[in-house]
């Protein structure tokens, strides 16, 4: 299997393309002009010592003097440094009065809790924090803590103990198992625990020698993220459109990613390649428009059948459909085929519109039970390639199959669209005829209730043209029994279930 990472960056809105075989299998997507500071590491300066406050300003490179409160200073634990607190990575231990945790003009690591706001200097912490995919690495503790959203026992022990064996081989820091770590590999969570390893060795080495206000660690953009977590995957190629990026990118695979030796680090490195094509990258892969089909309700399937997809507050319901081979002879078989081909598109689409939360699956009825259990397989086949938590349930008595898919993104649906206008999000609009109709009634209410001499009616071109059109006749006839004259004016704004009737 062929895979390739496609890195699109403009301005505002970076997106990453992991495409299997030629077919769009995830878009993740990361938006905004400025990013903040938060989560990012520096080498500080404490400025002022604030004992009424319980709290210090620390100058950190930044525009305005950072504050740091003393129950967020960890002190140095006993028999480690000189004890009076100006270690450069302290571990926890109980507040003190600030003016015993730090003192003027003492240099410091900090991490960016809160991004500055207004006349507000950035809030900080000494506690630093640095995350991966499923852990999250506390380089002053010891502790191994499990997110409370995993809540099976025995993979909450599975977990515990596999991340404690890790830590205790690798330096004795502490952990926090993230939710998303559930049922992930006992290699897929070494391989973080050797990445955050890297990354702060990195940070400590970057501090020894680092000026006051130096930034020592940045919180990863999408396309590291995409190429930490994905280069260890049998990626081929990761393809970028913007010079910065790949070289930022180039930089980034030297210093963090796994490197046995000089040569798995060239190739590891050659697998990242600048993108200079004329055409926009996600053009010449067929991105953008899987993209768009991806928003779309229907897919169709090679058999002829097609899937709908529909998303509501409480789950997602997908709808398998036949095509039009209801006449064939062989009944049975061609209904398995096209629910084993439309298991195979579920999963690829529930991965690629980031579906979660409960699924249900109405496929097409199967009397023979061996035919359920290989649809029920190949579906849970197919899914074992998504990076979510998925469980598949058994079919139930109407032959439903629920399903459930965790994630950590909204859909692909609800980050790039809003509810729909026109219909108010019931994807679903009056008709013109209704709409017509309803204006007829409007206006006799009108003309019952208010003093008028003439009527101007203001509505959707569809509407007026078929008022003035087909219902020209009814108009005629509303206006001998009204005995007023009713003009139609259309307007193109208004959207086909809007109108307005004035009187004048
Ligand atoms: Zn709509």
Redesign the pocket.
């Known amino acids: 299997m062929s895979e390739e990472i496609l890195i699109n960056v403009t301005p505002r809105e970076t997106r990453v393309a992991v495409v299997e075989n030629g077919m769009l299998q995830e878009l993740h997507i990361e938006r905004g002009w400025r990013r903040g500071v938060v989560g990012n590491i520096y080498k500080g300066k404490v400025q002022r010592v604030m004992p009424g406050m319980q709290a210090a300003f620390v100058d950190i490179g930044l525009e305005r003097a950072a504050f740091l409160h003393a129950n967020d200073v960890v002190r140095p634990p006993a028999g480690t440094g000189n004890g009076d607190g100006d270690s450069l990575f302290p571990a926890p231990g109980p507040t003190l009065p600030v003016n015993e945790l730090l003192r003027d003009g003492q240099d410091i690591v900090v991490q960016v809790v809160k991004d500055p706001i207004g006349s507000k200097g950035a809030r900080l912490t000494t506690q630093i924090s640095i995350p991966s995919r499923y852990l999250v690495l506390l380089p002053q503790s010891r502790v191994v803590g499990v997110s409370a959203r995993i809540e099976d026992d025995v993979e909450r022990t599975r977990l515990k103990t596999l991340v404690s064996e890790l830590a205790a081989a690798t330096g004795g820091h502490g952990y926090i198992v993230r939710t998303n770590a559930e049922g992930q590999s006992a290699e897929a969570l070494a391989e973080d625990v050797a990445y955050l390893q890297r990354a702060w060795a990195l940070i400590e080495h970057t501090t020894a020698d680092a000026r006051v206000g130096a930034r020592v660690y940045e919180d990863l953009t999408l396309p590291m993220r995409a190429v930490r977590d994905l280069m260890r995957r049998d990626v081929d190629k990761v393809k970028v459109d913007s010079r910065d990026t790949y070289e930022k990118l180039c930089i980034f695979a030297a210093q963090y990613l796994p490197t046995p030796g000089p040569a798995e680090q060239a190739r590891l490195v050659d697998r990242i390649e600048c993108y200079t094509g004329n055409r926009p990258i996600f053009d010449m892969y067929g991105v953008e428009d899987e993209i768009q089909r991806a928003l779309n309700k229907d897919v169709p399937l090679k058999s002829g059948g097609y899937l709908v997809i529909d998303q509501t507050e409480a789950m997602t319901t997908v709808d398998v459909n036949t095509g039009s081979f209801l006449g064939q002879r062989n009944l049975e078989e061609t209904v398995f085929r096209t629910n084993l081909e439309a298991a195979q598109a579920v999963a690829r689409q529930l991965r690629l519109r980031n579906l979660g939360g409960i699924i249900i699956i109405d496929f097409i009825d199967m009397v023979d039970p061996e035919h359920r259990r290989q649809v029920l397989r190949t579906l849970e086949k197919s899914l074992s390639k998504d990076h979510a938590k998925t469980t598949v349930y058994d079919f139930s008595p109407l032959g439903l199959v629920e399903m459930t898919r965790k994630r950590t993104v909204e859909s692909l649906q609800r980050q790039l669209g809003e ?11 009056k008709t013109v005829e209704t709409v017509t109709y309803e204006i007829f009634r409007e206006i006799v209410r009108a003309v019952r209730q208010f003093e008028a001499e003439r009527l101007l009616v203001i509505a959707s071109p569809r509407v007026v043209s078929m008022i003035t059109d087909e219902e020209s006749a009814a108009v005629v006839e509303l206006e001998e029994f009204l005995g007023k004259s009713i003009r139609f004016q259309s307007d193109d704004q208004y959207l086909q279930e809007q109108f307005d009737v004035v009187l004048l």
């Open positions: 509810s729909c206008t026109a219909c108010g999000g019931r994807g679903i609009v």
